[in-house]
C-alpha cells in the first residue's frame, strides 16, 4: 500500500536549521509530484512547497521562500525539506503527501518541528 | 495569499445533513475547479475526501459530497455519523500555490 514516512524533525533554535526526509513506498515516486505542508500546533493547515515529478517545477508558499528549499531524490524514493533561518513560528507538525494539481493524497503522519530557544 | 474562509464549527444529529462552506477570491476558488477537502481526526493526519470539487476518491463514502458557486465551495454529508466527527479543510490551488481554509470542527451531537 502507499505509504509515506517522514523523518527529521525536532528541536532547534531561532536561526538554525533543519533538514526532513520523507520515505516512500508502494508506488511509483517518479510518477507524482510531491509536496510539504505543515500544521502549527492546534492551528490549521498551511501549504509549504510542491516539487515536479522530474524536480524542474518547484513552488513555495510566500512565508518560507528564500528560507526553505524542496528537494527530491527519485533513485532512492525520498522527498527532502531543507529549512535554514528558522523561526518560532515554523513551528509545526510537517507532513509530506503525494500530490498531484487537483489533491494531496495520501499524507504521511507527520514529523513535528520546534523552534525555541 | 489568506486562508479561505470555513465556519468555526457545523455541528448535527446522527442521520441529518450538514454543509460546510468555503469562501474564496477570484484568484483562487472562482478562478479554478480545483478544490479539495480534508478530513482530519484528532492527532491523525488528514485524508481526501473530495477533489476537482464534487469527486470523491475510491473508498469514500457516498455521504460526502461536494460542490461550487462562484467563490465558495462547500461540502455536504448527509446520514452524519459519530465516525464524521472530526475537522474538515477545504484547498484550492491558486496558480503555482495553494490555499487552505481555515478549517471546520464537525461535532455530531
Known amino acids: 500500500q502507499v505509504q509515506l514516512v517522514e523523518s527529521g524533525g525536532g528541536l532547534v533554535k531561532p536561526g538554525g536549521s533543519l533538514r526532513l526526509s520523507c520515505a516512500a513506498s508502494g508506488f511509483t515516486f517518479s510518477d507524482y509530484y510531491m509536496s510539504w505542508i505543515r500544521q502549527a500546533p492546534g492551528k490549521g493547515l498551511e501549504w509549504v512547497s510542491y516539487i515536479s515529478s522530474s524536480g524542474s517545477t518547484i513552488y513555495y508558499a510566500d512565508s518560507v521562500k528564500g528560507r526553505f528549499t524542496i528537494s527530491r531524490d527519485n533513485a532512492k524514493n525520498s522527498l527532502y525539506l531543507q529549512m535554514n533561518s528558522l523561526r518560532a513560528e515554523d513551528t509545526a507538525v510537517y507532513y509530506c503527501?503525494?500530490?498531484?494539481?487537483?489533491?494531496?493524497?495520501?499524507w504521511g503522519q507527520g514529523t513535528l518541528v520546534t523552534v525555541s530557544s | 495569499q489568506s486562508a479561505l474562509t470555513q465556519p468555526a464549527s457545523v455541528s448535527g444529529s446522527p442521520g441529518q445533513s450538514i454543509t460546510i462552506s468555503c469562501t474564496g477570491t477570484?484568484?483562487?476558488?472562482?478562478?479554478?475547479?480545483?478544490v479539495s477537502w480534508y478530513q482530519q481526526h484528532p492527532g491523525k493526519a488528514p485524508k481526501l475526501m473530495i477533489y476537482e470539487g464534487s469527486k470523491r476518491p475510491s473508498g469514500v463514502s457516498n455521504r460526502f459530497s461536494g460542490s461550487k458557486s462562484g467563490n465558495t465551495a462547500s461540502l455536504t454529508i448527509s446520514g452524519l455519523q459519530a465516525e464524521d466527527e472530526a475537522d474538515y479543510y477545504c484547498?484550492?490551488?491558486?496558480?503555482?500555490?495553494?490555499?487552505f481554509g481555515t478549517g471546520t470542527k464537525v461535532t455530531v451531537l
Open positions: 477570484s484568484s483562487d476558488v472562482g478562478s479554478y475547479n480545483l
Open positions: 484547498c484550492s490551488y491558486a496558480g503555482s500555490s495553494y490555499v
Open positions: 503527501a503525494r500530490s498531484t494539481i487537483n489533491w494531496f493524497d495520501p
